[in-house]
């Protein structure tokens, strides 16, 4: 390699097969691949810097320009792209580390940061700010959120529009507008709609406002209603009192202090003013104390104590309520019981019943209802599901009943917050927790304790997830007493194609395992196991001889008894095969009705005998193995 001072500051060297290394890796040029490294050998890069780079500025171009940072202490690599005009910033993109963030420090401290699970927290470290001494900043969630937290005596939010009036902030529901705060004439306003109120703080006054319209409005807009009526009304001012009178000798009223008095003939006027008339009528009446009814013997009144509306006279005669000049409801001045179509106590206990015992009985803690022909007690929730009726018991709630899913009703019993329910759907009763909800896998019926005694269907059993009918079959399930076990029964009839037992696959669809009434097992692929896991097996070695057990066996053509006309099978007797192989029969304890065969019922391990005639096979395998080597040597010597 020739290495020549061309001028002043340059060196030129012949590269074209050797790389250039000056200073100790200083500086190093791979010319194979045609890198530059500085203070390293190795450069990955056309230009790779192990250490600090100090430069006036830095211009990278690239079809996607980046600058990658590693950490190496844990190889997390960072980058800051340029693509399609946007710039990217990215922080641990090959997931080296846990809860990665990205930080924009000013003055030597954190300022803003994007934490690892997409929040945008200014000011602070945590994306739910307290509020206390410490914990002060905005955090915008990745789910919607925005939190915002100061611990001075700033607003923690300031929001300003400017050149207009109108909305400053707007609150909507599900992409509907529910409301909004604005501005009109330099004041604040609120509400939603044509409905609003406007803080003056020019004139010290509030006033009615149309946020829709942007304008105050006069005389159109309620304080409160007839259902929903503010408490008390505090002034700091006076009220004036003033008297209205009519011309002449027509009616009036005196308005002074706490007082509001009929008038007549410019005077006071007692028991000779009436308030509206028949045809004529004011439409409410709002007291907050008492109305008198008197006449001259006895008298009524009407009054509220303690937020209570009360109803009294001034003799033992009931209190009545008519409509259409007929009696509708009545409170007994005996007993307080409240009669309600009837003036009978007891309307339930008429056996017969007829349309003139119709009514309600409430009181002495009861309530007791009659309707000929109908039905007595009807409950309507408006407004969507829920809660129907409470029912408690010394205070303390023990059921509901609901409605759920528009037109289903529930019950739900409950005991210290928690308890089970049914729901009764359009297709069936099923089970729900206490609040009604559907609740499928956690409500138990019945328990060990408390168990039903039968259980009636005229279609399918389903344990598991099973959501459709095959076959109308019938399924028991019992407890042994003379064997201490449970006992699945499944009964079917014995015709052809018939299967007491049928499984499947819900996403092919098919039938891939059957049992039949004539005991035949079949599946779809031929294919049956068992667990045969090396890593469960210890003591494992070869079987011994099988060849004389298998001779033994006696391979039979029988029929069962119970089925006299079946066509031949072919297998073992169990007695002959217990001479031979006594551990291939086993003695069942099971009360299965044989007819009238007593005592245990013997079996056949069936899935031992294959494997011992595999071993016998093998065993035949090798024998006619060393036959035919025999008689290969002795073809070969003639």
Same mark, same amino acid.
């Given at each position: 390699m020739a290495l020549t001072k061309v001028s002043t500051g340059l060196i030129s060297a012949d590269l074209a097969s050797v790389d250039l290394n000056i200073d100790a890796n200083t500086l190093y040029i791979d010319v194979t691949n045609n890198r530059v490294g500085i203070n390293n050998t190795g450069p990955a890069t056309a230009l790779d810097v192990t250490g600090t780079v100090s430069a006036d500025g830095l211009i990278v171009t690239a079809a996607v320009p980046s600058i990658q940072l590693t950490d190496s202490d844990n190889n997390a690599d960072a980058y800051i792209q340029a693509t399609d005009g946007n710039v990217r910033f990215y922080a641990d993109d090959n997931n080296e580390a846990a809860d990665s963030i990205i930080t924009f420090n000013i003055d030597g401290s954190e300022a803003t940061r994007i934490d690892s699970s997409g929040n945008l927290l200014v000011s602070d470290t945590t994306a739910n700010p307290s509020g206390d001494n410490v914990d002060s900043g905005i955090a915008l969630h990745n789910a919607g959120l925005v939190r915002a937290s100061t611990n001075n005596a700033a607003a923690a939010l300031d929001l300003n529009v400017k050149g207009r009036d109108g909305d400053i902030a707007v609150f909507r529901k599900d992409g509907s507008t529910v409301g909004s705060i604005g501005t009109f004439a330099s004041d604040l306003n609120i509400g939603t709609g044509d409905c609003g109120i406007q803080f003056s703080g020019n004139n010290d006054a509030i006033y009615p406002y149309d946020p829709s319209s942007v304008n105050l409005r006069d005389a159109l807009i309620d304080i409160g209603a007839s259902s929903a009526r503010f408490k008390d009304l505090y002034l700091s001012s006076s009220a004036y009192t003033p008297v209205v009178q009519g011309l002449g000798d027509e009616a009036g009223l005196t308005f002074g202090g706490a007082l509001v008095a009929p008038r007549k003939n410019?005077?006071?006027?007692?028991?000779?003013?009436?308030?509206?008339?028949?045809?004529?009528?004011?439409?409410?009446?709002?007291?907050?104390?008492? %109305?008198?009814?008197?006449?001259?013997? $006895?008298?009524?009144? %009407?009054?509220?104590?303690?937020?209570?509306?009360?109803?009294?006279?001034?003799?033992?005669?009931?209190?009545?309520?008519?409509?259409?000049? &007929?009696?509708?409801?009545?409170?007994?001045?005996?007993?307080?019981?409240?009669?309600?179509?009837? $003036?009978?106590? #007891?309307?339930?206990?008429?056996?017969?019943?007829?349309?003139?015992?119709?009514?309600?009985? %409430?009181?002495?803690?009861?309530?007791?209802?009659?309707?000929?022909?109908?039905?007595?007690?009807?409950?309507?929730?408006?407004?969507?599901?829920?809660?129907?009726?409470?029912?408690?018991?010394?205070?303390?709630?023990?059921?509901?009943?609901?409605?759920?899913?528009?037109?289903?009703? &529930?019950?739900?019993? &409950?005991?210290?917050?928690?308890?089970?329910?049914?729901?009764?759907?359009? #297709?069936?009763?099923?089970?729900?927790?206490?609040?009604?909800?559907?609740?499928?896998? $956690?409500?138990?019926?019945?328990?060990?304790?408390?168990?039903?005694?039968?259980?009636?269907?005229?279609?399918?059993?389903?344990?598991?997830?099973?959501?459709?009918?095959?076959?109308?079959?019938?399924?028991?399930?019992?407890?042994?007493?003379?064997?201490?076990?449970?006992?699945?029964?499944?009964?079917?009839?014995?015709?052809?194609?018939?299967?007491?037992?049928?499984?499947?696959?819900?996403?092919?669809?098919?039938?891939?395992?059957?049992?039949?009434?004539?005991?035949?097992?079949?599946?779809?692929?031929?294919?049956?196991?068992?667990?045969?896991?090396?890593?469960?097996?210890?003591?494992?070695?070869?079987?011994?001889?099988?060849?004389?057990?298998?001779?033994?066996?006696?391979?039979?053509?029988?029929?069962?008894?119970?089925?006299?006309?079946?066509?031949?099978?072919?297998?073992?007797?169990?007695?002959?095969?217990?001479?031979?192989?006594?551990?291939?029969?086993?003695?069942?304890?099971?009360?299965?009705?044989?007819?009238?065969?007593?005592?245990?019922?013997?079996?056949?391990?069936?899935?031992?005998?294959? %494997?011992?005639?595999?071993?016998?096979?093998?065993?035949?395998?090798?024998?006619?193995?060393?036959?035919?080597?025999?008689?290969?040597?002795?073809?070969?010597?003639?």
């Open positions: 410019n005077a006071a006027a007692d028991g000779t003013v009436d308030l509206g008339a028949s045809s004529a009528r004011f439409k409410d009446l709002y007291l907050s104390n008492s %109305m008198l009814l008197s006449n001259a013997t $006895t008298s009524s009144f %009407m009054q509220v104590s303690s937020n209570v509306l009360q109803f009294g006279t001034s003799s033992d005669d009931p209190v009545t309520f008519y409509s259409n000049n &007929t009696e509708r409801m009545r409170i007994s001045a005996a007993s307080g019981d409240l009669l309600i179509g009837t $003036t009978d106590t #007891t309307p339930w206990d008429n056996s017969a019943g007829s349309a003139a015992d119709n009514g309600i009985f %409430m009181g002495g803690g009861r309530i007791g209802c009659a309707m000929f022909g109908g039905v007595p007690l009807l409950v309507n929730r408006t407004g969507g599901d829920g809660d129907l009726t409470y029912w408690y018991s010394d205070g303390t709630l023990v059921g509901s009943i609901g409605v759920a899913a528009g037109d289903r009703l &529930t019950i739900s019993g &409950t005991s210290g917050g928690t308890g089970s329910g049914i729901y009764f759907g359009n #297709t069936g009763i099923v089970p729900t927790d206490h609040t009604g909800a559907v609740s499928d896998n $956690t409500e138990d019926m019945g328990n060990s304790s408390y168990r039903f005694k039968d259980l009636y269907l005229s279609g399918d059993i389903f344990v598991g997830n099973g959501t459709s009918a095959i076959d109308a079959n019938k399924v028991y399930i019992q407890d042994s007493a003379s064997t201490e076990s449970a006992r699945v029964t499944v009964v079917g009839n014995n015709a052809a194609g018939g299967a007491l037992f049928l499984g499947g696959r819900s996403d092919t669809g098919g039938s891939t395992v059957l049992i039949r009434p004539d005991g035949d097992l079949e599946n779809a692929n031929n294919s049956y196991g068992a667990i045969s896991d090396q890593r469960l097996k210890q003591d494992i070695v070869d079987a011994a001889s099988q060849w004389d057990d298998i001779k033994a066996m006696k391979v039979r053509k029988y029929r069962f008894k119970s089925d006299p006309e079946a066509a031949l099978q072919i297998g073992l007797v169990a007695q002959e095969l217990e001479e031979s192989s006594p551990g291939l029969v086993k003695n069942t304890d099971d009360d299965i009705n044989y007819g009238d065969i007593e005592g245990p019922i013997k079996t056949v391990k069936y899935s031992l005998v294959y %494997m011992k005639a595999v071993k016998a096979l093998q065993e035949a395998m090798d024998r006619i193995e060393t036959l035919e080597a025999k008689v290969a040597a002795l073809e070969g010597a003639n």
